[in-house]
């Protein structure tokens, strides 16, 4: 509980209903439901003053997360803006209450990042609470209210069994391609990140071409940095990557090379004449281009200094 005095005989308290978080069915997009309860305390009838009502008639509020340092600190992680189911306009009689229910609309994104925090334990939340209240005397007076933090503890079993797969966190898997700020990779992001724009279109074919141009600056790329050796085919010489050199090991040098290749020849037109390209395939080099990259883009970084 949290509360915050409006004058020396009145104050607000804002109050976390336990266990309200929920995810509300009604949304397209991931969003949860957070109820509250504001109570209006006044102890003005012990002293003979006159009793006035509230009214509220603004109210913001901000969701972070408790990312733990030690057992018993945390700092407090930006979330996102609350919005109120209703706009507020609330009237309290004294030493009454009223229920509240907010919002906030999540992506995927920010999902994976509050599960990274959460490493596997309750999730620590706090609400911050900012009003506009006006006590309804003759002369009505306008009194801001800020109210410390309020701290919520969403039990693991709550968040994992029920909120989650009710929030569909689990029907969309988040791959994260790291950022490079090394020149001879930024190529290769650029091109993975068009192929999930393209994705996110339903421009399957076009997802197909931009895996491949990234397979091409990846390959460019390690022989770039010394990781090359000639070949011999149907009588003429090429430079192709040395895979073996590059991931410093033999036979999984050899692995990638096959790996490569056969990834490469599904993303080529040819391999498709006559079909369509569906979703499906789209998916398929997507998933394994993005694996690809990320896999050679950190062991070429960790060879860099020895290439």
Same mark, same amino acid.
Not at 1 to 11: L, N, V
Not at 95 to 120: A, C, F, M, P, V
Not at 135 to 140: I, K, N, V, Y
Not at 270 to 276: E, L, R
């Given at each position: ?11 607000l ?8 978080? %929920?995810?509300?069915?009604? &949304? @397209? *997009? +991931? ?10 305390? =006044? /102890?003005? !009838? ?11 008639n ?17 700092? %407090?992680?930006?979330?996102? &803006? @609350? *919005? +109120? ?6 009237l309290?009689?004294?030493? =009454? /209450?009223? !229920? ?26 706090c609400?911050?609470?900012?009003l ?23 039990p ?20 994260e ?20 724009k ?17 397979i ?40 990638m ?11 080529s037109p ?7 390209i ?30």
């Open positions: 509980m949290s509360e915050a005095f409006i004058d020396g005989s009145r104050k308290k804002f109050e976390y209903k336990d266990r309200s978080i %929920t995810a509300d069915a009604r &949304s @397209l *997009i +991931p969003r949860l439901s957070l109820e509250f309860e504001i109570h209006y305390i =006044s /102890s003005e !009838s012990k002293s003979g003053e006159l009793e006035y009502n509230v009214f509220i603004f109210g913001r509020a901000e969701l972070k997360v408790r990312k733990q340092v030690f057992p018993e600190v945390g700092e %407090t992680l930006y979330v996102g &803006s @609350l *919005i +109120p189911e209703e706009r507020f306009f609330t309290l009689s004294p030493n =009454s /209450s009223s !229920s509240t229910r907010w919002y906030i609309d999540l992506d995927h994104y920010r999902l994976s990042q509050l599960e990274k925090i959460r490493e596997g334990k309750d999730l620590q939340m609400v911050d609470l900012f506009i209240v006006e006590l309804q005397r003759e002369s009505p007076s306008m009194r801001p209210i800020q109210f410390p933090s309020l701290y919520i503890e969403v693991k079993s709550d968040w994992v069994e029920k909120i989650l797969p009710q929030l569909k966190y689990k029907e969309v898997s988040l791959i391609l790291p950022k490079l700020d090394r020149p001879e990779f930024s190529n290769i992001i650029v091109e993975i990140d068009k192929a999930w393209m994705y996110s279109m339903g421009e399957y074919k076009e997802v197909l071409t931009n895996c491949r141009i990234a091409e600056g990846l390959t460019d790329v390690v022989k770039s940095r010394g990781f090359h050796k000639e070949v011999e085919e149907e009588g003429k010489k090429k430079t192709v990557p040395d895979w073996e050199s590059a991931l410093g090991h033999e036979k999984m040098g050899d692995l090379r096959s790996f490569i290749q056969k990834l490469y020849d599904f993303l040819g391999a498709h004449y006559g079909k369509s569906n979703k499906e395939d789209a998916e398929l080099a997507i998933m394994m281009t993005h694996a690809l990259i990320n896999f050679c883009t950190k062991k070429l970084l960790g060879s860099s200094q020895n290439p």
